[in-house]
């Protein structure tokens, strides 16, 4: 996550208003604002020991599929008709020059999501898809292609995606687009009236709600032990679609502050890592599609719940 500062927020957002007083008293208010939050960085010392055991959840069950048929079913048509059998390299289905890069590390689009979704089906991508090709993705990939005899590229070119094709079914609307990769807790008392982000701690989840009914739900993490996200009652006061932080230089998209420096935005870091990161405070998001639609719903002064 990214911590903002308000400083310099009547520049750029509040441009070409006049009454000289009024922009005093917010100057003075922004001075003493708390100066936000930044997401720590992908080769923290906490991603390394984690990234590499979660994404790659083979142990898990997932949809049954022939296994005994996919060595065979790969290897015939890169071998060559008066080739011994020998002379063929394990490796050769992968390495088929033929085989053209459709996704990888970087990409996002909904066919990313897809991918995701079919990689859940099997066991091999153990979380909610995001549309983002981040390094779970890249592990997940890696794990399928492991386990069906191509090379481990991470990346996803024809072969991986018609393979993957073959053993999954095309996913659904509630598979491409989950609430959120765990249960939603309980709401808490103070969000059963008006119009209120409320955010639960031990779930991990943020619910956007419409007296006392839930419109809709989303993966969030919070704050470390040294920089927690702040707990209680607050507002939305400043929205800001193109955010970037004025301390760390980092693009906070769709922030909704709404205590100091703190805020709800979206996060491509959580997107790409996961909880294996934390942020400076912010609450992230790791579904851009969500938080863009939920900003366009909330308003200056809609309740704001963080709770445990």
Not at 101 to 121: D, N, P, T
Not at 233 to 242: D, G, L
Request: charged share 20%.
């Amino acid at each position: 996550m990214i911590r903002s500062s308000r400083t310099g927020r009547g520049h750029a957002h509040r441009g070409g208003r006049g009454a000289g007083a009024a922009s005093a008293v917010a100057v003075l208010a922004l001075v003493a604002v708390t100066a936000g939050c930044k997401a720590e960085p992908a080769g923290s010392a906490s991603a390394a020991p984690s990234a590499s055991s979660s994404p790659t959840d083979d142990a898990k069950p997932g949809t049954k599929a022939p296994e005994s048929a996919t060595p065979s079913a790969s290897a015939k048509p890169s071998t060559p008709p008066k080739a011994t059998p020998s002379s063929t390299p394990p490796s050769t289905p992968s390495a088929d020059p033929q085989a053209e890069v459709l996704m990888a590390s970087g990409a996002q689009s909904k066919q990313v999501r897809e991918l995701q979704a079919r990689l859940r089906q099997i066991g091999h991508f153990d979380r909610s898809p995001t549309g983002y090709y981040g390094s779970v993705t890249v592990a997940a990939v890696q794990s399928f292609q492991g386990k069906r005899g191509l090379s481990r590229t991470g990346k996803t070119d024809t072969l991986t995606w018609q393979k993957l094709l073959g053993m999954t079914h095309t996913p659904t609307a509630a598979e491409l687009n989950p609430p959120t990769t765990r249960p939603v807790a309980k709401p808490d008392k103070r969000c059963m009236t008006g119009r209120v982000i409320c955010i639960s701690k031990n779930s991990r989840s943020l619910s956007w709600m419409i007296d006392g009914k839930v419109v809709s739900s989303m993966d969030v993490r919070f704050g470390s032990q040294y920089t927690p996200t702040r707990e209680g009652t607050f507002s939305v006061y400043w929205k800001s679609r193109h955010h970037v932080s004025t301390i760390y230089h980092t693009a906070m998209p769709y922030a909704m502050f709404f205590s100091g420096g703190q805020a709800v935005h979206y996060s491509s870091d959580f997107a790409a890592r996961g909880y294996n990161g934390a942020s400076h405070g912010c609450v992230n998001v790791r579904d851009e599609g969500k938080i863009a639609s939920l900003f366009d719903q909330v308003r200056n002064g809609d309740k704001v719940v963080v709770y445990k």
